[in-house]
């Protein structure tokens, strides 16, 4: 509709333009304070908007009362208003129920007429929820966070990625978050581990047979490379692959194309490669023993996975995290001050995995009573293992068991139903009261 005549149009407000923005945007001052947020915003965190402005951003996205930078966090504010360019950084955000989301934020200086940074512009990107049975990228840690960053960066792209990292340390999560966060998220994710087939059998899992190829071949086979159509292909263990398959590998990522074996046609196939290895390639390929045109085709994007040596602050929530997956574990939820700090006076050479195997048997060695730091066994001759297996035995005959039904209904009357103080009364998790409840 036509402005009256003479009369000029009304500008748009700040809050009506912020709020064209499809996801979640907030405008910051240079001491932290929230000056306008969009309704996305509000929604995310269910406040209203006198409940925000004039808070500061790591109030109410962290739940802490200081910069995020002094939390272990890179501070996307701190950044911009340093360089006055844009950046994009990964966090931890808390949601208004406490809960742990990772976000992608993209933040971008507002100047002022002498071209200085006066606010900063950033939208968040609430990344999707993810099987945490598959994910094992746990953990707030900057070393952590980085390669989180990096992976959701290369996700939505078709490039080939290359895992490198130590044994252990959680290639096969970083290669399902990538497929997770690609647009082939619908398609399957196909794992094959070149260390653990031989030679031959490496061949007729990636591109299948046909009838009569061979004596056996009773009918005919669909590799994992068709199995894969539209979808992520993860090859872990690549440089155990024999050279002569390394030559095949090579002509499907540059022809798209693949022949099973005893087969004559070329078939197409339309999928993503994601390959890792626990190996130095640069090495083997100076020892021959991998095709350097290979590598260089695998290498179009590196990713180095961190050693959990390196990210020890994640130690105490990777615990936890394998803890709500052990049968009985969450009721050790919190770890003692005490556990904490052996599990974090050690460098962990097996990496995430030997974490896991440790919290595993000293639940086994808890039986069913809290987790001592005695229990947190390391590598250690038989004889020692028997003497804490004993001291194990004698403390578990000599404390209380665990919880039983009565107790738990006895526990709830007392505490008209009360889940909460239910479980501080019984000493352990509300979890497990909701547990023995179901």
Known sequence: MPCPPGKPPEKPSCEAIINLFPDPFVIIDRNYLIVAANQQYRDHYQVGDNDIVGRHCYEVSHHINRPCSQNGEHCPLEEVVTTGRPTTVMHIHSTHHDHEEHVQLSASPILDARGEVLYMGETMHPLPHVNDREMILVGSSKPLLRLISILYRVAPTQSTVFL????????????????????????????????????????????????????????????????????????????????????KLLRVLETGSIRRIGGTEYIKVDVRIIAATN???????????????????????????????????????????????????????????????????????GNVRELRNIIERAVILAAGNVILPDYVVYEQSPRQHERRTATASTHAASTTTRITREQVLQALEKCQGHRTRAAQMLGVSERTIYRHIK
């Open 164 to 247: 490198l990292g130590e044994s252990g340390v959680g290639k096969d999560c970083a290669a399902r978050y990538i497929h997770h966060h690609s647009d082939r998220s619908n398609a399957p994710f196909v794992v094959v581990d070149c260390g653990a087939l031989g030679e031959s059998l490496i061949e007729s899992e990636l591109f299948g047979y046909e009838k009569g190829a061979f004596t056996g071949a009773t009918q005919r086979k669909i590799g994992l490379f068709e199995a894969a159509n539209k979808g992520t292909l993860f090859i872990d263990e690549i440089c155990e692959l024999p050279l002569n398959l390394q030559t």
């Open 279 to 349: 190996r130095d390639p640069q090495e083997m390929v100076r020892n021959g023993k991998f095709r350097q045109d290979l590598y260089y085709r695998l290498s179009a994007f590196p990713v180095t996975v961190p050693a959990l040596r390196e990210r020890k602050d994640d130690i105490p929530l990777l615990a936890e995290f394998f803890l709500h997956h052990i049968e009985e574990g969450e009721q050790q939820i919190p770890l003692s001050p005490e556990v904490i700090e052996k599990l974090l006076d050690y460098d962990y050479p």
